[in-house]
């Protein structure tokens, strides 16, 4: 069982729920580490004094605010916590909004929240209201020293809280290079429009996350097999020669290459079958016989 990040309560209206906040994602990140290029040592990090030089141990390691240069206000986790008890125990919904309404963009790191001893009921309660009612509670909570802007969903039969970003924290589109969002300011014509809606259509399917892998995490793996096998462990690969750049015509004539794509019929595939597919050198033109 995972260990709780965090203990509190969900609030809406005078309803308490205790729960529990434990991550919803697993890293699976490859663990490199950093090695000096002279003897291939692993590459250390010192916590140290910089008035004296030498290194602190942790038990000895406090927080402060600068609130001038080189003065600081010691904050304890006591201090911290108490400077606004409520907000630091609590997850207050603020209010309830359709799930499609929040975009994408604002949505950050995922956490299951679990009912705490005696919060089972009005848990579920709260789980099936959103599921019903096809809602998200929006609230905030304080983790860490920082107070979060968070999405409530009801995922399966756990309530997720979804971290959210906050709107000056999203850059904004307006100075971006984008075409335009109407058909004909972006030169799309209603056949093009037809002909991708069916190749959207063709390639549907329900979505099962569990097909889908890091397969170049897989890739990168197999390559330090390789290498140990091949008693390669220090060798510094060199940088493979620049490619050349396939300058692409600026005129893209969109309905052949939407015709080809749907008579080939691409088959729904797992990341690795398409990945492997798209890696795999092309054929070279086949050469006119000469008249």
């Known amino acids: 069982m995972a260990r709780a990040l965090w203990k509190g309560a969900i609030s809406f209206g005078l309803v308490h729920i205790p729960v529990e906040l434990i991550s919803a994602s697993l890293d699976h990140e490859l663990d490199l580490s950093m090695l000096d290029r002279r003897d291939f040592a692993p590459i250390g990090y010192k916590r140290y004094n910089k008035k004296t030089g030498k290194e602190v141990e942790w038990d000895d390691i406090i927080k402060g605010y600068e609130y001038k240069t080189d003065e600081y206000v010691v904050l304890s986790e006591e201090d911290l916590k108490q400077a606004n008890v409520k907000a630091t125990q609590t997850i207050a919904i603020f209010t309830f909004v359709d799930a499609a309404e929040v975009p994408l963009t604002c949505y950050e790191h995922p956490y299951y929240l679990l009912p705490a001893k005696g919060g089972e009921k009005v848990y579920a309660l709260l789980r099936e209201t959103l599921r019903k009612a096809k809602k998200v509670g929006i609230a905030s909570v304080v983790m860490r020293t920082k107070q979060h802007l968070c999405a409530l969903v009801c995922v399966g039969n756990a309530i997720v809280l979804n971290t959210l970003r906050y709107a000056d924290e999203i850059r904004p589109t307006d100075d971006l290079d984008l ?40 890739d990168v793996l197999a390559l330090v097999k390789k290498k140990i096998k091949a008693k390669q462990t220090k060798t510094i690969t060199p940088p493979a020669p620049a490619r050349e750049e396939e300058h692409a015509s600026n005129v893209i004539d969109l309905v052949a290459l939407l015709q080809q794509s749907l008579g080939k019929k691409i088959p729904a595939a797992p990341i690795r079958k398409r990945a492997a597919a798209s890696a795999a050198p092309k054929p070279p033109p086949a050469r006119r016989k000469a008249a």
Request: proline content about 5%.
């Open 179 to 218: 075409p335009g969002n109407t058909l004909k300011a972006a030169g799309i014509s209603d056949k093009e429009l037809k002909m991708a809606m069916s190749l959207v259509e063709g390639m549907s399917e329900t979505w099962e996350p569990a097909q889908y892998h890091d397969s170049y995490r897989e």
